[in-house]
């Protein structure tokens, strides 16, 4: 069973848009929500992170918007570039336990 | 600051044999954790350890066993490898538990 449910499973944005990548999950002791971005060969690197106290956090172009009510949070990087296109993970984990990753989004910036 | 570094970086084995992988951890990081990564999937628990102790276990089988040493250092060991073993197999340091992840870029597994 998924533990974290992400969405689109690709996603294809022109140079300067907005990606949005959604992620739903089910486990309320759930207390740390990152996102991780993955190049070719590379192993996955941290993002941006929240935890449930704050409903949105921003680094830069980067963004989470956390709704607690409805166990879904998403990421959105504005003014998206070609160098943004990678895959990015969501995941979860409650506090001392495993993370618990979404399956993927490919995305795809074009200049 | 050294980053997390895994080696090999590709390994090709038979079905049934063993295969040791490695992994230094971040300087200063005492949490290491190994993740499985099938090709088009997000990455799986495998297990952690902090301080030389397993500390937490996902889905999978005893024939998947570590180790961590006295430097922080890893290793993920898998017994009578299958088919289904080839993945990519991606190690993580933190400084605590559930703390930031810093992954190395991971061994790529084929079994044939």
């Known amino acids: 069973q998924q533990q974290v449910k992400q969405s689109p499973q690709s996603l294809i944005v022109q140079k300067g848009g907005i990606s949005i990548i959604n992620c739903a999950y089910e486990n309320t002791a759930f207390d740390y929500f990152p996102w991780y971005q993955q190049f070719p060969g590379k192993g996955p690197a941290l993002l941006i992170a929240i935890r449930p106290d704050v409903s949105e956090k921003k680094e830069g172009r980067f963004t989470i918007s956390f709704n607690k009510s409805a166990k879904q949070f998403s990421l959105h990087i504005m003014d998206s570039q070609p160098g943004d296109s990678a895959t990015y993970f969501c995941?979860?984990?409650?506090?001392?336990?495993?993370?618990?990753f979404g399956t993927g989004t490919s995305l795809t910036v074009i200049p | 600051e050294t980053g997390v570094t895994q080696s090999p970086t590709h390994l090709i084995k038979t079905r049934g044999q063993q295969v040791t992988l490695r992994c230094s951890s971040q300087?200063?990081?005492?949490?290491v954790s190994w993740y499985q990564q099938a090709l088009g999937q997000g990455p799986q628990f495998i297990f952690r350890y902090y301080r030389e102790e397993e500390n937490g276990r996902g889905n999978f089988p005893p024939r998947f066993s570590g180790l961590q040493f006295p430097n922080y250092s890893s290793e993920l060991n898998v017994n009578a490898l299958e088919l289904d073993d080839s993945a990519l197999y991606l190690c993580?340091?933190?400084?605590?538990?559930?703390?930031?992840?810093?992954f190395g870029s991971g061994t790529q597994l084929s079994v044939l």
């Open positions: 993580a340091s933190s400084l605590y538990i559930n703390e930031k992840l810093f």
């Open positions: 300087s200063g990081h005492n949490t």
């Open positions: 995941a979860a984990s409650p506090a001392g336990n495993q993370f618990y």
